[in-house]
């Protein structure tokens, strides 16, 4: 069975940081890209980054480059999004989702943003950014 379990959610100040883990389990870590997608009230889910474990490739999305960064540990089959100098703009539930494909094959159609194409899903972890 395909999980994908979030957590290090919670409240921040703007300007702090937060480190988001997503533990995958039930695959083959190696043969997917994994990706971090957010969603606020009212808005439709967003990419935010991604990455693939077996070639290192990255992804961010505008909004985040140079703020958040995401990494792997493929001991431990995890993937981490370091978010730092958060705003209030960043608040939102963050989910991780795993696609099998390589990144570079999802950036040619830009599916690392586009949520439908994703095979699946974690239940989220909520993010909250005080101003």
């Known amino acids: 069975e395909v999980q994908l379990v979030e957590s290090g959610g919670g409240l921040v100040q703007a300007g702090g940081s937060l480190r988001l883990s997503c533990a995958a389990s039930?695959?083959?870590?190696?043969?997917?890209?994994i990706g971090w997608f957010r969603q606020a009230p009212g808005k439709e889910r967003e990419g935010v980054s991604s990455?693939?474990?077996?070639?290192?490739?990255?992804h961010y999305e505008d909004s985040v480059k140079g703020r958040f960064t995401i990494s792997s540990d493929n001991a431990k089959n995890t993937v981490y999004l370091q978010m730092n100098s958060l705003t209030p703009e960043d608040t939102a539930v963050y989910y991780c989702?795993?696609?099998?494909?390589?990144?570079?094959?999802?950036?040619?159609?830009?599916?690392?943003?586009?949520?439908?194409?994703?095979?699946?899903w974690g239940q989220g972890t909520q993010v909250t950014v005080s101003s």
């Open positions: 989702a795993a696609k099998l494909s390589s990144l570079l094959y999802l950036n040619r159609y830009q599916g690392a943003k586009m949520a439908p194409v994703w095979d699946y």
């Open positions: 039930g695959f083959t870590f190696g043969d997917y890209t």
């Open positions: 990455i693939n474990s077996s070639d290192g490739s990255t």
